[in-house]
């Protein structure tokens, strides 16, 4: 194991006498790794805060800044996500609510809620509903809150609390950190990261050429949706007619949080090519032709901060920012990749050859028209294709899967629902922002990323700034999907001629 830091040591707390919380997962003491599982039982029973009792809530005292700098010295000392994600599980299992005092306090709102009720039709006195109310909530936050809110008052704390719910994210996803209480660990992390980085805190910059080399590199690395090939390749991206911004938090300015792209164009792009393609962009713009703002990139780059609504609101202030410096620009529109269609329309393509025996997305005369071209039956040679992007160098493909598959994209995009809301990830984030599914592209990215992952296809969600209020309540409160004309149809012909 690495050093644990100045004053604190694995030996140094196994001779810790803490008293020790119930564990989550127990084991027995001879069993491999059952020394490093006791030293974070006695780390946890020494660092994280009683619950303090609700007549002292506001008078108890914060634990010592070393105990919970122990804790960060700690944790960063752990060898591996395994490590990691134990502790994590440990804390969650053994620090979280007091589920005997939650019941006990929900009995007390019942019954007094019950005496209020029986004293009609006297006038009411809330005040006593309202204090039991009280009670409820303090019981019901666990005991872990209290040692993250201490960890964020320390220097560098928020930005530890971020790289922890990274590796608690992770640790869900690899299946090493599990269950309710990890689940419910997750989520109040989550709300408290909200509230740290709501945009009171936030701090919009612009990147140039001229902005520190360390900004550049960073931005370069965490591209997500269209990496950057080279320095040169990163130069064209913030000069004239693009634009980069990113959100920064006060405690940490100038380090990037999520960036977003934008091209300044003439009109809304239908491919990516002509966006990011290698040119020598002129050293001055011509304002005149600047009439449209495409958003076609936004990256995370702190993984502990999916799920915190920051996407939404820089695009908002970008608008703004735009908006002063063009006073003329009117049409705001994004250029998006539109992952996991493919693996959704593979998918489909498999089960229906399994349960049905054959291939309905496709009719007879495409069947026909794809079998000539591919020379067999087209199923499971289709499906060869387009994991991979041979198929584009066909033109005679290219042109006879042109039509089935926009007509299946728009369907995946308009009616493939998760909880009633749009399944592709990216299509719920702007039409949660209020924007309308405008345009299906065909061949709009034709690197190898976008032709394996969405077939070629990009779509543009507009963004009609007096509408975007309208449609978002729409879609979140009614789940309704504002679309135009052409996807509308396109939906319309999948209804027709595919059967699924």
Not at 24 to 36: D, F, I, K, V, Y
Request: overall charge positive; hydrophobic content about 40%.
């Amino acid at each position: 194991m690495r050093g644990l830091g100045p004053g604190l040591t694995a030996q140094g707390l196994l001779r810790l006498r803490s008293r020790l919380p119930p564990r989550p997962r127990p084991r027995r003491l001879g069993a491999p790794g059952a020394t490093l599982e006791r030293a974070m039982d006695e780390l946890l029973g020494r660092t994280v805060p009683p619950a303090p009792a609700y007549e002292l809530r506001e008078k108890t005292p914060a634990p010592a800044e070393g105990q919970c700098a122990d804790f960060m010295r700690f944790y960063g000392s752990l060898e591996g996500a395994s490590q990691r994600a134990e502790l994590l599980s440990r804390l969650a299992g053994s620090f979280g609510v007091d589920h005997g005092l939650v019941a006990e306090h929900s009995a007390g709102v019942l019954r007094v809620g019950a005496a209020v009720g029986a004293a009609a039709p006297a006038p009411r006195e809330p005040g006593a509903l309202l204090h039991a109310e009280d009670r409820l909530r303090h019981a019901l936050v666990p005991r872990y809150r209290g040692l993250f809110q201490h960890i964020s008052k320390l220097e560098g704390g928020v930005r530890f609390l971020v790289r922890l719910r990274a590796d608690l994210l992770e640790a869900q996803t690899l299946r090493m950190a599990e269950g309710p209480h990890v689940r419910e660990m997750n989520g109040v992390l989550k709300n408290m990261l909200s509230d740290w980085f709501s945009t009171g805190f936030l701090n919009l910059e612009r990147v140039t050429w001229h902005s520190p080399c360390e900004v550049l590199q960073k931005i370069s690395e965490c591209e997500a949706v269209h990496p950057v090939k080279n320095w040169m390749d990163m130069k064209r991206r913030v000069s004239s007619y693009r634009r980069c911004y990113f959100f920064s938090h006060c405690s940490t300015p100038g380090e990037p949080l999520i960036v977003l792209h934008v091209a300044l164009t003439s009109e809304i792009s239908n491919n990516i090519q002509t966006i990011v393609k290698e040119f020598s962009p002129p050293e001055t713009e011509d304002k005149n032709k600047i009439v449209t703002a495409v958003f076609y990139s936004i990256s995370l780059t702190q993984q502990g901060l999916q799920g915190v609504e920051l996407g939404s609101f820089l695009i908002k202030r970008v608008v703004k920012e735009l908006q002063r410096e063009f006073p003329h620009l009117e049409t705001f529109s994004s250029l998006s990749p539109i992952p996991g269609f493919t693996k959704w329309l593979l998918g489909t393509l498999s089960s229906q050859t399994k349960e049905l025996g054959r291939n309905e997305l496709f009719t007879d005369s495409e069947c026909n028209e794809i079998s000539d071209i591919i020379g067999g039956p087209i199923s499971e040679t289709l499906k060869i294709l387009l994991t991979s992007n041979e198929w584009v160098k066909s033109e005679k493909l290219v042109k006879v899967l042109q039509s089935p598959l926009m007509r299946l994209c728009a369907w995946y995009l308009y009616g493939e629902k998760h909880r009633g809301y749009a399944l592709n990830p990216v299509a719920n984030f702007h039409l949660q922002n209020g924007a309308v599914m405008w345009r299906i592209n065909w061949l709009a990215d034709l690197s190898l990323k976008g032709t394996t992952s969405s077939c070629g296809m990009m779509v543009n969600y507009r963004y009609f700034l007096e509408e975007t209020g309208v449609n978002s309540t729409a879609y979140l409160g009614a789940k309704n999907i504002k679309a135009s004309e052409q996807v509308l149809n396109l939906v319309s012909q999948f209804q027709k001629l595919s059967k699924l």
